[in-house]
């Protein structure tokens, strides 16, 4: 079940972003507010654009992520952190809201009823992801970041890459500081690049998985979660805002869930 109701050590559950929480890449979405900043030109927007649609279509592989990893280094080289986030500010609502997942949203709000903290970690940068996850209610961020000068603009380098082995090690961490069990805890993905991801955790899921992803999780005996119902936050009703008899039918629902998907995983181990 998703409820925690012992006195054991504190559990988490860990979400990616883009295409997990969010149908989009999360930073590639700003493109155009970014252009309209001034921030990038048109032949930026249109390339931002392209990466996005190869991103949706096949998602990204190491080599991919380490070309993105280096365009947008490259790319912010002298922004100024504080129109970025201004930038961010101003058109979360706008471009956000409307591409986050129903089922991720709820998700997230079951654990939060289950007593567990709700963490999103991504590859994306921290001017980008720290506002997304406040809107999401999510509990902490894990997500790249920048090195940025004393005149207050990045200078191109990267102080924490928040991608593959990088992205366990940061969980690890977080967990050992805030004492979560890792082992009680769950994680939610959609690319094969964050497999230390799942691994680290008792609870793995790949949600919307890409191909490599998909071999993986029926190697392990993963469950495979599909996401596809975007929503507007500022639409949706709250699961919290529900009558109580409601809250309980949706708690043994998903505890449900849970133990057929368990069950259904010891059955492919065992075939």
Known sequence: ????????????????????????????????????????????????AYAQFVYLVGGADHDQ?????????????????????????ETLHTI??????????????????????????????????????????????IATRMVVGDDGKYTGEIDFYAYGDNKAEAIRELAKDKSYDLSRSYAYTDSATDLPMLESVGHPYAVNPDRA????????????LVFSKPVALRQRASIRDAPKPAIAAAAIS?????AGLAWYAVRRRRS
């Open 213 to 224: 992803l998909r071999r993986a999780a029926a190697d392990h005996g993963w469950p495979v």
């Open 254 to 258: 998903a505890g449900a869930a849970a």
């Open 65 to 89: 992520m380490e070309r993105m990893r280096e365009y947008l280094s490259g790319l912010v080289t002298g922004w100024d952190v504080q129109v970025v986030k201004d930038i961010v500010a």
């Open 96 to 141: 956000v809201d409307p591409i986050v997942y129903d089922e991720a949203v709820t998700l997230i709000e079951e654990h939060h009823l289950a007593g567990r903290e709700v963490v999103v970690v991504s590859s994306s940068g921290a001017e980008v992801v720290e506002p997304i996850g406040e809107m999401l209610g999510a509990d902490r961020v």
């Open 1 to 48: 079940m998703l409820v925690d109701n012992d006195d054991r050590p504190a559990t988490a559950a860990f979400f990616d972003l883009d295409k997990t929480i969010i149908a989009k890449s999360s930073t590639l979405a700003f493109s155009k507010s970014f252009y309209q900043g001034g921030l990038i030109n048109r032949r930026a927007v249109l390339r931002s």
